[in-house]
């Protein structure tokens, strides 16, 4: 069989099919709100995405705003996140964080990128992910999951998950940024995983390139 040209719209749909009975290890329950947004991604860094769905919760529940960032002492801070990767750099990054905040932006998260990207410990994955996440907003979240498997496809050829979303920026139908990452990182952590994938029986199969495959399962 001859192989399908690959469309970045039909694979998203194929996709958006195949994830539906798949549960996010982090509740949504947060995700309009651009301050639990943040500070779930400044948790989530070098950490698992189910160890940071049971960190959240608790933390959640004792920090919910600004305010209560500068309320609280750093080592009871540090000991809410662990046992997230850097726990005590986290705590204080975000205690370094929370006056930057009251001064500048009223202690609201802002939702320009470039705000966001002044914050210290918050690159552009972080920022794009509260901009869509918590405000709704246009934005193109490129994680590794994203950054992989944009490259596998063959949409973009890229080195580094900065300049992905870059490229996917000047690429992409702005109707798919929001839903590129929630997708995408659900087929790389189910599905279209770093090494030895599963494309044998994946339905895009036909039409994906597989660029840099070198086995499969």
Not at 164 to 180: G, H, Q, S
């Amino acid at each position: 069989m001859a192989q399908q040209t690959f469309s970045i719209g039909r694979a998203l749909t194929i996709i958006e099919q195949e994830m539906q009975k798949v549960e996010l290890p982090v509740s949504e329950n947060f995700m309009k709100d651009p301050f639990r947004v943040w500070l779930s991604c400044i948790v989530s860094l070098r950490t698992r995405d189910t160890q940071t769905a049971k960190i959240v919760g608790p933390l959640f529940e004792r920090v919910s705003s600004v305010e209560d960032i500068l309320a609280i002492d750093e080592e009871e801070l540090a000991k809410l996140i662990y046992p997230a990767g850097f726990y005590r750099q986290k705590a204080k990054q975000v205690k370094k964080t929370a006056p930057i905040l009251m001064e500048r932006f009223d202690g609201k998260i802002p939702s320009e990128i470039d705000d966001l990207l002044t914050l210290p410990g918050t690159g552009r994955k972080t920022a794009n992910l509260v901009r869509t996440l918590g405000f709704g907003l246009p934005g193109i979240c490129v994680d590794i999951h994203v950054h992989r498997i944009s490259n596998r496809f063959g949409y973009v050829k890229t080195k580094t998950p900065d300049q992905t979303e870059f490229a996917l920026r000047k690429k992409l139908p702005k109707r798919y940024w929001m839903d590129i990452n929630r997708l995408l990182v659900m087929w790389g952590q189910n599905r279209c995983f770093p090494l030895r994938p599963r494309c044998s029986d994946c339905p895009l199969f036909s039409q994906c390139p597989r660029v840099g495959v070198q086995q499969h399962r």
